[in-house]
Antibody, heavy 119, light 107 residues
Framework: EVQLLESGGGLVQPGGSLRLSCAAS????????MTWVRQAPGKGLEWVSS????????YYADSVKGRFTISRDTSKNTLYLQMHSLRAEDTAVYYC????????????WGQGTLVTVSS | DIQMTQSPSSVSASVGDRVTMTCRAS??????LAWYQQKPGKAPKLLIY???SLQSGVPSRFSGSGSGTHFTLTISSLQPEDFATYYC?????????FGQGTKVEIK
């Protein structure tokens, strides 16, 4: 079964940086687009960023554009989210998800990693 | 951006009930719609994609319909494990957007 394992979350001060990782296994990572989705405590789901299977097409939510960078390393089967200039409103559980064979639908999700931005 | 609006925000139902919830898009998205189920403390699970296609392994009591701007998710006979929050999501354009969720609670 497909596995996605996020790591890198934690407590960071406002204005700080953090890099999230998502280790993918049991599927051909290079064949699939990947996505980050976040969920603030007690709130709904918010799409953050997506990257195509090749890494050639990247998309961001306006709320993170210019501060977050999505990337992927096929040799390590790992997806990343580099986050800078963090704000209190970025506090959330961050999930990585695999786009299905049809891009745009998220068929497998990791367990999530909590990012808390607070002084 | 395409806004997704779900209704109701919550519904109380009993085991065996038929439950229907709605998702409306602020502009036409053809059939580019998914439904997810999320239980507390867990990641979302894909139930329906392309508005009406059942994801592999999902029980047939779940069904989706609609196109354009109006979509529905129906649970034909509610089971104890179905008490959860359900989200719709459009896959027509970027940014991808989710509805605010419909919580199915025990009556």
């Amino acid at each position: 079964e497909v596995q996605l394992l996020e790591s890198g979350g934690g407590l960071v001060q406002p204005g700080g940086s953090l890099r999230l990782s998502c280790a993918a296994s049991r599927f051909t990572f290079s064949n699939y687009a990947m996505t980050w989705v976040r969920q603030a405590p007690g709130k709904g789901l918010e799409w953050v960023s997506s990257i195509s299977h090749s890494g050639g097409r990247i998309y961001y939510a306006d709320s993170v554009k210019g501060r977050f960078t999505i990337s992927r390393d096929t040799s390590k089967n790992t997806l990343y989210l580099q986050m800078h200039s963090l704000r209190a409103e970025d506090t959330a559980v961050y999930y990585c998800a695999r786009d299905s064979d049809i891009d745009g639908y998220f068929d497998y999700w990791g367990q999530g990693t909590l990012v808390t931005v607070s002084s | 951006d395409i806004q997704m609006t779900q209704s109701p925000s919550s519904v109380s139902a009993s085991v065996g009930d038929r439950v229907t919830m709605t998702c409306r898009a602020s502009q036409g998205i053809s059939s580019w719609l998914a439904w997810y189920q999320q239980k507390p403390g867990k990641a979302p699970k894909l139930l329906i994609y392309a508005a009406s296609s059942l994801q592999s392994g999902v029980p047939s009591r779940f069904s989706g319909s609609g196109s354009g701007t109006h979509f529905t998710l129906t649970i034909s006979s509610l089971q104890p494990e179905d008490f959860a929050t359900y989200y719709c999501q459009q896959a027509n354009t970027f940014p991808r957007t989710f509805g605010q969720g419909t919580k199915v609670e025990i009556k």
